[in-house]
């Protein structure tokens, strides 16, 4: 089981950024997709999340009114990044599990993650 985050880069302050998260090993379709990201010197801190269907979905207030997440199928699935901020700079990874939930513990697979830097 692989799950293999792309997308990131260096924005400009208020601009965007489309990740992309590819599963592969096995079908996903029970599986919750979520993002979480990690700053230097803080702890991994959760972003967003879609349910197996894709039609619930959970935010970090941080993301609320800014971040998409949305899925293409079992296997892929995204995160739309807009106005991003300064404070958005981290490794973003993309993560899988069984429970639409804001709780790292909840996640079994683990990217290795995409780094998102956005100048001020």
């Known amino acids: 089981v692989q799950l293999q985050a792309s997308g990131g880069g260096v924005v400009q302050a208020g601009g965007s950024l489309r990740l992309s998260c590819q599963a592969s090993g096995q079908i996903f379709s029970k599986y919750v997709m979520g993002w979480f990201r990690q700053a230097p010197g803080k702890e991994r801190e959760f972003v967003a999340a879609i349910s197996r269907g894709g039609d619930n979905t959970e935010y970090a207030d941080s993301a609320k009114g800014r971040f998409t997440i949305s899925r293409n199928g079992p296997n892929t699935h995204y995160l739309q990044m807009n106005s991003l901020k300064p404070e958005d700079t981290a490794v973003y990874l993309c993560?899988?599990?069984?429970?639409?939930?804001?709780?790292?513990?909840?996640?079994?697979?683990w990217g290795q993650g995409t780094q998102v830097t956005v100048s001020s």
């Open positions: 993560a899988s599990g069984t429970m639409l939930t804001r709780e790292t513990y909840r996640y079994t697979y």
